[in-house]
């Protein structure tokens, strides 16, 4: 593995382990037994290393909704696996989400990018809903104010569960990623037709 590469995935584990604001370049550099001056040569400042990472995550969820719009007759457990993958991702990066506020506020550039994505990915989550109601998974005549919100709740849970499972439910990553998976995946309930229902109780339902 390449230093640049290492000093990434050093810098993920400890921004993960101890917060975003609690960790220096100095402390990266280490960790990995490197000269700050070596770290420095690849990263000048930590929110160099900040957007990197934050530009991993985007390119994920990225290929991850992409395979979801490549398939043409979505099922139920399709969407779940795109639910699941996404709280996976998610954890991976859960620093992001758990020092969100303080990284938008530091870095200007990553507030931008994420909304522009906001912008972006709500128009991907309607082409799934909508392609979800055409493979007869989601009932057909769903009131549109519903469908138009149902993005923004799940935007509101995604980028908060991780720090709910930190203060609240302390479930370990195993547990925490299918409690909130199931959690996200409860939104949808009212908008499946009725054999759908049923088959989501029996698969999801414990």
């Not at 859960?94 to 972006?120: A, C, H, K």
């Not at 799940?154 to 439910?169: C, E, K, P, S």
């Amino acid at each position: 593995m390449k230093t640049k590469d290492k000093i990434l995935s050093k810098a993920l584990e400890l921004f993960n382990d101890k917060g975003y604001n609690n960790i220096t370049t100095r402390h990266i550099a280490a960790e990995l037994n490197i000269s700050a001056g070596n770290l420095h040569y690849h990263f000048r400042h930590s929110e160099d290393i900040i957007k990197i990472l934050f530009s991993e995550l985007t390119l994920k969820m990225d290929e991850l909704l992409n395979q979801m719009k490549r398939i043409e007759n979505k099922t139920l457990e399709d969407l779940y696996q795109f639910t699941y993958s996404t709280c996976k991702i998610f954890y991976s990066y859960r620093f992001i989400f758990i020092n969100f506020i303080d990284i938008l506020n530091q870095i200007p550039e990553i507030e931008s990018r994420y909304e522009g994505i906001n912008f972006s990915r709500k128009e991907e989550f309607q082409l799934i809903f909508s392609d979800l109601q055409k493979s007869n998974i989601f009932q057909i005549d769903v009131p549109h104010f519903i469908v138009d919100c149902l993005t923004e709740q799940i935007f509101i849970i995604a980028d908060n569960w991780l720090t709910h499972n930190r203060l609240i439910l302390k479930l370990s990553p195993k547990e925490a990623i299918q409690h909130y998976t199931l959690l996200q995946m409860n939104l949808f309930y009212p908008l499946l037709n009725k054999e759908q229902q049923k088959i989501y109780e029996q698969q999801y339902i414990q």
